[in-house]
């Protein structure tokens, strides 16, 4: 347990600590298991310290200094660890979910099968870190230097990768599935049995400079969505067929492949949303059903403190979000969240995202209030389920279609979308 005289001065802040350190330039702080949720401790010197097991969720700690302190595991889930200095530290199987980690020094520090989900690393320095087994789902790793860190059995799934150098980083056995690479310099790092899965390589730097120690997987999403432009010589080294990378040439000037679109829908509407996933995938949206029952209960944000609570099967990352509107979805409260998410990723990604689709034109007059609001604010595609041979049927269904596979700015409003314009 923590010695609460020093769980004090640490709460104290900065100013206190450092008169301590003077007096008692020989001790270490010993805050092992101590509760300092939420505290604000900027620019505090805790170097050293033994931080074992605490709980420093939510702290902040701007501009701290935690290099050499044993952190191994500390729950520091959302963590305001700007620019701090976390050097040399032991953090393996911390959970730094969602935490702040911009411009943080991480160089040699100990991440393994730590918890860095949804995590800010935006410039953060991670040379020679060990992140093996790390959890790095929809991290932001932009213009990070990675350069000699150890990634072997990363998960690195929707993470942005945008400018990071990845030099002599060891990538072995790691999962990069829908990662941001534009800019990514791979020079001199090293693959083997890596997972290359819809990610696009052909704005990544350095990849003909990678050292192949095994053969790895680059998924057909993969060549599809760099259109054909990775260069051949990785592919080759990689262990891909030779008739693969012919293939690759004829995916040169393709038009792009859509984003993912799924279908949100009530339990009561899951016949009329399959027959609009089959007839959407036949117009070349790439898309799948995901009804309220396939996920069991209700859609609520978990605050979760390891990566088994955090991976939830009714989770699902999307480009597009399809919404069956019915009077059904509205009594929902999964549906209702569905909703609610896209509205808030729509808004922190600037990207248009939520689509409306309703079998009943009379719902723009429900006595639902929230489905006269969506019906007001957004555009709502009014697909008759009992008229799918029609002509206007037809012609909305086309609209749909087309609609998206467009990508539009949230910040421009509800887009108009016209096929004819298209």
């Known amino acids: ?19 301590w350190r003077e007096q008692n330039p020989n001790m270490t702080l010993d805050l092992n298991a101590a509760y300092m949720s939420h505290t604000r401790m900027p620019q505090v010197d805790l170097h050293g310290a033994d931080l074992r097991d605490s709980d420093l969720m939510g702290a902040m700690l701007q501009k701290a200094n935690l290099s050499g302190c044993h ?59 060990n992140l093996s087994r790390v959890n790095l789902v929809g991290a932001d790793l932009s213009e990070a230097d990675l350069s000699g860190a150890n990634l072997n059995g990363a998960n690195i799934v929707r993470a942005n990768l945008t400018n990071a150098q990845l030099g002599g980083a060891d990538l072995y056995q790691s999962v990069l599935n829908d990662s941001a690479l534009i800019g990514a310099n791979f020079a001199g790092s090293i693959v083997g049995y890596t997972t290359f899965q819809n990610c696009d390589l052909s704005a990544a730097r350095g990849l003909d400079q990678i050292r192949h120690d095994a053969p790895s997987t680059i ?35 393709a038009l792009p492949v859509s984003g993912d679109c799924f279908i949100s829908c009530s339990t009561a509407d899951v016949s009329f949303a399959r027959n609009l996933l089959v007839e959407l995938r036949e117009m070349g949206v790439r898309s799948w059903l995901f009804p309220e029952d396939a996920r069991g209960y209700a859609l609520v944000e978990r605050h979760s403190t390891s990566d088994q609570e955090e991976v939830e099967r009714w989770v699902r990352s999307y480009d597009k979000l399809m919404v069956v509107l019915t009077e059904e979805a509205m009594d929902s409260e999964t549906i209702r969240n569905d909703i609610t998410q896209a509205q808030e990723k729509q808004q922190s990604a600037d990207k ?71």
């Not at 935490?99 to 730590?114: E, I, P, S, V, Y």
């Open 219 to 253: 998924g057909i999403d993969t060549l599809c969505r760099s259109g054909g432009n990775i260069v051949d010589g990785f592919l080759r080294d990689a262990g891909v067929p030779e008739s693969v990378c012919a293939f690759q040439e004829s995916l040169r000037g």
């Open 1 to 19: 347990m923590a010695n609460m005289e020093h769980v004090q001065l640490a709460r104290k802040g900065r100013n206190a600590v450092a008169e």
């Open 71 to 129: 952190l191994n595991p500390s729950h520091m889930y959302r963590a305001n660890l700007i620019e701090a200095d976390l050097s040399r530290a032991l953090l393996n199987g911390a959970n730094l979910r969602g935490a702040n980690l911009t411009g943080a020094d991480l160089t040699g520090a100990d991440l393994d099968r730590a918890v860095l989900s949804d995590a800010i690393l935006t410039g953060a320095k991670l040379n020679g870190a």
């Open 352 to 422: 248009w995202c939520l689509f409306l689709v309703s079998p009943d034109i009379a719902i723009s007059e429900s006595r639902n209030r929230l489905a006269r609001t969506l019906t007001s604010e957004h555009i709502v595609f009014n697909l008759p389920s009992g008229e799918p041979d029609s002509e206007d049927y037809r012609s909305e269904l086309s609209r749909l279609a087309e609609s998206l596979k467009q990508n539009e700015p949230a910040a421009s409003g509800v887009p108009a979308y016209d096929i004819s314009e298209l």
